[in-house]
């Protein structure tokens, strides 16, 4: 059997019964110890952060390393994530904070800092970049990274180089990670969940089908708690239920669902790697402590919400073409607006305009508990905000801003604001 220590990478000759649970590696002695018969053969991963956002935050503060932190703040919020400790109480991501609290009143309770969340991602993407060319992130704190054929490129197998990568991320960054390592996409991320923090574990395709049986159907990736209710109805509980039953017959029972159903309980999986994945929308949206309904009022809150999504477009150079306002009432309904705009911007100024149009006619005494604002229809910037193709008062509020944002690049980002901002 193959096998490496994750700690000093050293290889290590085992046979098949010699590795046990208290087997230590005979270099440094460390017990993490990656061993597995298609080590050389597997190369797809997907990383995930362990409790990212509150690991972040333990790590530029050490004085809550050894307490419950939670990330998710106000009467209305939700958890964002949570670190393992609070997660011992009960809590989890998406759940109401005020729910969380009374499960861990103790916790250290933390509104976020997406900046630094951000930053710490971009770190993080950098290490994966000089692994392979061929990355999909998911999110801030995960992605999918095929290593086919880099084995030329970084001369060991996969699984060293991805070692490797996690102990520079742990040591550089100050966070840790866990690692699946598989042969297909789904195989991979349903690794990485397996041994959390820090887990390293690799599915292999002999034992796949087995390992698979006894899990639950709600492991298979667009299995929602709907489709869990109607399968468990017709007596499908397990993977390893599918497993006995045709394509022909899932497709009927299941429709286009039955084919992924009967491909991944099997162990098959055939999408690849995306390494570019456009940006659709980019939006900012805000649950209130309390229900609003003065038209004023919200849009105060709008214009921060516009300078957020202006600085995201300008960040990654996007304009956009159409402005959508997004309300959610008192009673958990949900509204939404939409407004094209004759040609492409990526200013606060305009999105904030247009919001409060769309906004306006909403205000009529109906309450609300959130408000969003968002940007689509994403192109680049080179035919965005252009004086030629605009009317003089409109070219007169884009040099401004311009001006606004040279200031904050050079001086900081809160050294000058518009006097709205204090309303």
């Known amino acids: 059997m193959s096998a490496f220590c994750r700690d000093c990478l050293n290889d290590i000759a085992l046979h098949d019964d010699a590795m046990t649970a208290d087997f230590l590696c005979p270099n440094c002695g460390s017990p993490r110890i990656l061993a597995h018969r298609e080590l050389h053969q597997l190369s797809l991963c997907h990383i995930d952060c362990d409790a990212f956002y509150a690991s972040v935050e333990k790590r530029d503060n050490p004085e809550l390393l050894s307490k419950p932190v939670i990330i998710g703040g106000g009467k209305r919020g939700v958890v ?63 992605a999918f990274i095929d290593l086919t ?32 390592l598989s042969y297909n996409k789904f195989l991979a991320k349903l690794a990485s969940d397996l041994n959390k923090p820090r887990g390293f574990s690799l599915i ?5 089908p087995a390992l698979l049986a006894p899990m639950s159907i709600a492991k298979i990736w667009g299995v929602g708690k709907v489709m869990q209710k109607k399968m468990k109805s017709d007596g499908i509980s397990q993977i390893g239920q599918l497993q006995h039953l045709d394509l022909k017959y899932l497709i009927t029972k299941y429709g286009v669902m039955g084919d992924r159903l009967y491909h991944f309980s099997r162990g098959e999986d055939s999408r690849f790697v995306k390494s570019q994945r456009p940006t659709k929308s980019i939006s900012n949206e805000i649950t209130l402590q309390e229900d609003l309904s003065d038209y004023a009022a919200l849009k105060s ?10 600085g995201r477009l300008k960040e990654k150079n996007y304009a956009g073409m159409t402005v959508t306002l997004k309300l959610k009432t008192s009673s958990f309904r949900q509204i939404t607006r939409s407004s094209t705009l004759d040609s492409p911007t990526q200013m606060a100024e305009t999105l904030y305009k247009v919001g409060a149009r769309l906004l306006e006619p909403e205000c009529n005494g109906q309450c609300y508990r959130l408000i969003g604002i968002g940007m689509a229809g994403l192109c680049g910037t080179e035919q965005a905000d252009q004086p030629d193709l605009i009317e003089g008062g409109r070219a007169k509020e884009i040099k401004t ?23």
């Open 301 to 310: 809150l709008l214009w921060k919400l516009c300078e957020k999504v202006s």
């Open 149 to 180: 054929g880099t084995e030329k490129l970084h001369g060991d197998i996969p699984a060293k180089i991805i070692a490797l990568a996690v102990a520079r991320i742990e040591q550089d960054i100050g966070i840790t990670v866990s690692v699946g």
């Open 401 to 423: 801003e311009r001006l606004m944002d040279d200031i904050r690049r050079k001086y900081g980002k809160n050294i000058i604001k518009k006097g709205r901002n204090l309303l």
């Open 80 to 142: 964002s994530t949570c670190c393992y400790i609070a997660r011992t109480y009960g809590v989890h991501s998406a759940m109401p904070v005020y729910q969380a609290k009374k499960l861990c009143p103790h916790a250290v309770f933390i509104s976020g800092d997406m900046a630094k969340y951000r930053t710490a991602s971009q770190q993080i993407r950098q290490i994966f970049d000089q692994m392979s060319p061929s990355i999909e992130p998911l999110s801030l704190d995960e």
């Open 204 to 208: 292999g395709k002999a034992e796949a």
